[in-house]
């Protein structure tokens, strides 16, 4: 097969973090395999997809929001005559809805995955009528969550065969297998219990909270932010405010994510809402136990193995923290939480699109 997956940008993020694994299985499986990104302002995981022999692809306006991007997937996708044109973001999903309405072959499927049970669009009634006329240019819409899938339903009014249900997957041998740091090295005693969240600084992350939460905890425990974005100004000027300074460090966008994740002594992926929480197998598989916010892309993933708590609640987050500090108990929430990873890889992951692919070019 031919397939070209296009998304709005590579910058950190659940969906991007997904193709960087995704892409590269199904090259491997002999399909031929491109990606084409808007914009590569952020761009961490382009380079990583490039060291994977997979081209990436950049619009020429560099904008996402740029009226030539229809043209310039419609010239991409007409050049190496795509079987399979698959979507992932608001932006490359608008975009791509366009040339589909372009393209003559109508044996060319258009496929799009939905990574998030919530986003600004779904207050608006105009937006509404947009995303109903969007999404009906797809022959299939696959949600990474049963969550995601109900929500999506709910807001375009559909519920019928287009829509699909495939989980993320990661490689869970990566994280398993990765080499951590001395905490030392990322300006942590190695006493010092560590606290991690990577995830980008969004109005969908609670890292405020997390911070509260450190209020309810002994010194010793310290707090690391691995990710960047919009707000990371506005969460370290609260950090400051409420004198955490010396508690918490900030590392940025990084690309030794499975290494920090192994450094860590628990992970908490603290949001608002989330598709899936991609992040949190990640750090189940390096074998840490994780403790969400209770919200149902995460509650899925994570309820039986780590810790579920309020995304309001800062005092219940310290107090699952604190649940920790026994190591039996510790030990038993990491393995629950190593085993759950299991439940999630790549393989099954990509499988499952490529068995899609196959059936939607049958039909």
Not at 171 to 180: G, R, V, W
């Amino acid at each position: 097969m031919k397939i070209l997956h296009i998304i709005t940008s590579l910058e950190l993020g659940g969906a991007e973090r997904l193709l960087t694994e995704l892409v590269p299985y199904q090259k491997k499986e002999g399909n031929f395999v491109k990606v084409m990104i808007l914009s590569d302002k952020g761009a961490v995981f382009k380079k990583e997809l490039e060291d994977k022999g997979i081209e990436v692809i950049v619009c020429k306006s560099n904008s996402i929001k740029s009226l030539n991007n229809v043209f310039c997937i419609y010239n991409e996708i007409e050049k190496e005559n795509y079987d399979i044109v698959h979507v992932h973001l608001v932006h490359a999903q608008y975009w791509t809805s366009l040339v589909r309405v372009l393209d003559k072959n109508k044996n060319r499927k258009y496929i799009t995955t939905e990574h998030s049970t919530s986003n600004r669009r779904r207050n608006s009634k105009i937006l509404k009528l947009i995303d109903s006329f969007v999404f009906r240019r797809f022959d299939k819409i696959v949600s990474i969550s049963e969550a995601t899938e109900t929500s999506l339903k709910k807001w375009l009014g559909r519920d019928d065969s287009s829509f699909e249900i495939i989980y993320n997957g990661i490689d869970i041998k990566e994280f398993q297998n990765a080499i951590p740091y001395s905490k030392n090295e990322l300006g942590i005693k190695e006493d010092d219990y560590l606290l991690m969240m990577v995830s980008r600084f969004h109005e969908s992350k609670n890292q405020k909270g997390v911070i509260d939460s450190l209020k309810w905890l002994p010194v010793k425990y310290k707090l690391i932010f691995v990710g960047d974005g919009k707000l990371e100004k506005d969460v370290k000027d609260y950090c400051e405010k409420n004198n955490l300074t010396n508690r918490v460090k900030f590392l940025g966008m990084r690309k030794d994510i499975p290494k920090l994740l192994k450094t860590a002594d628990i992970v908490i992926q603290y949001s608002f809402f989330e598709g899936f929480g991609i992040t949190a197998v990640e750090a189940m598989a390096s074998g840490k136990p994780v403790i969400a916010s209770d919200v149902p892309g995460l509650k899925q993933v994570v309820s039986g193995a780590g810790y579920i708590v309020s995304i309001d609640d800062s005092k219940e987050l310290a107090k699952a923290v604190l649940a920790l500090r026994s190591p039996e108990n510790y030990k038993n929430i990491s393995e629950k939480c190593l085993e759950r990873s299991k439940d999630y890889t790549i393989e099954w992951c990509a499988n499952n699109y490529l068995r899609l692919y196959e059936r939607e070019l049958k039909c």
